[in-house]
């Protein structure tokens, strides 16, 4: 069982930057692809970037590509999103994922854990 924990959520102004961790524990780092989604208000829960399983591959949609920029850190069992530019419409509930299956997967419903969410908020 992969537990999965986000940080470094808050308040910014729009243009300003936030770097989100997702601290892993549980199981071998190495075996999952990662991933970060974001939910906004009534809204459904959107892929916004895949790593690979030691980070040579990456992914992202074409909403943040540019700005934003998955990683992980191997040795301390942890994924990055550092978010730059941001934009009032960038305002959702942040989470990461892991998943087994090979590939860097956008779609929510083939990962296996996912941790709790953190805030973030862009004020214009």
């Known amino acids: 069982q992969v537990q999965l924990v986000e940080s470094g959520g808050g308040l910014v102004q729009a243009g300003g930057s936030l770097r989100l961790s997702c601290a892993a524990s549980?199981?071998?780092?190495?075996?999952?692809?990662m991933g970060w989604f974001r939910q906004a208000p009534g809204k459904e829960r959107e892929f916004i970037a895949a790593?690979?399983?030691?980070?040579?591959?990456?992914d992202y949609a074409d909403s943040v590509k540019g700005r934003f920029t998955i990683s992980r850190d191997i040795a301390k069992n942890t994924v990055y999103l550092q978010m730059n530019s941001l934009k009032p419409e960038d305002t959702a509930v942040y989470y990461c994922?892991?998943?087994?299956?090979?590939?860097?997967?956008?779609?929510?419903?083939?990962?296996?854990?996912w941790g709790q969410g953190t805030q973030v908020t862009v004020s214009s």
């Open positions: 790593i690979s399983r030691i980070g040579l591959s990456t």
């Open positions: 994922a892991a998943v087994r299956k090979l590939g860097l997967v956008r779609d929510r419903d083939e990962y296996d854990y």
């Open positions: 549980g199981g071998t780092f190495t075996d999952y692809y």
